[in-house]
């Protein structure tokens, strides 16, 4: 969506969480932000507020145009279940493999 009126995005000031909470999502019928933006992926130490280090939403979600793509995008996301399009399990995979 549009971010007009939402930005700049501080640490202070994050209209992103106004919608995009655990909280407040399921009744705004958005994405809520994933468990793993409430921890420290270094120490796996969870947090009840956003990750400091991760306050900056526009660092990798980008908002959607309506514009022709400048190059052919290939990709089609093939997701483990049903439910991963609109939700993350990064938490429960992130050591996945490590012995």
Do not use: W
Not at 52 to 64: A, K, L
């Amino acid at each position: 969506h549009s971010l007009e009126g939402l930005l700049p995005i501080t640490i202070e000031s994050n209209m992103c969480l106004t919608c995009h909470t655990p909280e407040t999502a399921k009744e705004m019928g958005t994405i809520p932000a994933p468990q793993s933006h409430y921890m420290y992926l270094s120490t796996g130490k969870k947090t009840k507020e956003l990750n400091t280090e991760r306050f900056n939403c526009v660092q990798c979600h980008v908002p959607q145009a309506d514009a022709e793509p400048l190059v052919k995008n290939n990709f089609e996301a093939d997701f483990r279940d049903g439910e991963s399009n609109r939700s993350s399990n990064l938490v429960d995979i992130l050591n996945q493999g490590i012995k």
